[in-house]
């Protein structure tokens, strides 16, 4: 999924990059998007082949979707996530970046990416950032990239 092929949409006030088409959504997912959230589970000294989520990824039907922030659930294992050895704390590394991409957004009419969502419990897997930053600009709606099994 090139960004030359990738439409720009507007809704309530915000820019996105979407795909629309459930193949390409799906390429993005298992091929970008999977290497950060393996990444993470490394980080986090879990094994990636282990990890719920991860494995069910190839399985999933993705479409998208626009959805209000409201609908969404947060996983408290990330929000809370701190590693004290690693002097790493999930909420203060958000907020930092929360306030980087609200600037971003207000100064330069920076363009998201839509919210990944876990349609079954319509939980947030990726865009912890990008959700905060919605609920700060006091944004009710998103684009998501929602997958299904």
Do not use: H
């Given at each position: ?39 993470d ?10 990890d ?14 626009t ?6 659930n ?33 100064m330069?009419a ?38 299904s099994?």
């Amino acid at each position: 999924m090139g960004l030359l092929n990738t439409p720009i949409r507007r809704l309530e006030g915000m820019t996105y990059w979407v795909c629309e088409d459930p193949e390409g959504i799906y390429d993005f997912v298992n091929r970008e998007i999977r290497r950060e959230w393996e990444e993470d589970a490394r980080f986090e000294r879990r094994d990636p082949a282990q990890d719920e989520w991860l494995t069910t990824l190839t399985k999933r039907k993705w479409r998208l979707e626009t959805l209000d922030l409201a609908q969404i659930n947060l996983n408290p294992d990330i929000t809370n996530y701190v590693d004290t050895k690693r002097r790493y704390n999930f909420s203060e590394s958000l907020a930092k970046r929360r306030k980087e991409l609200q600037e971003s957004i207000k100064m330069y009419a920076a363009v998201i990416w839509p919210l990944v969502i876990r349609r079954e419990d319509m939980q947030l897997v990726d865009g912890y950032c990008r959700y905060d930053t919605l609920r700060a600009m006091k944004v009710s709606k998103t684009y998501a990239y929602a997958g299904s099994l």
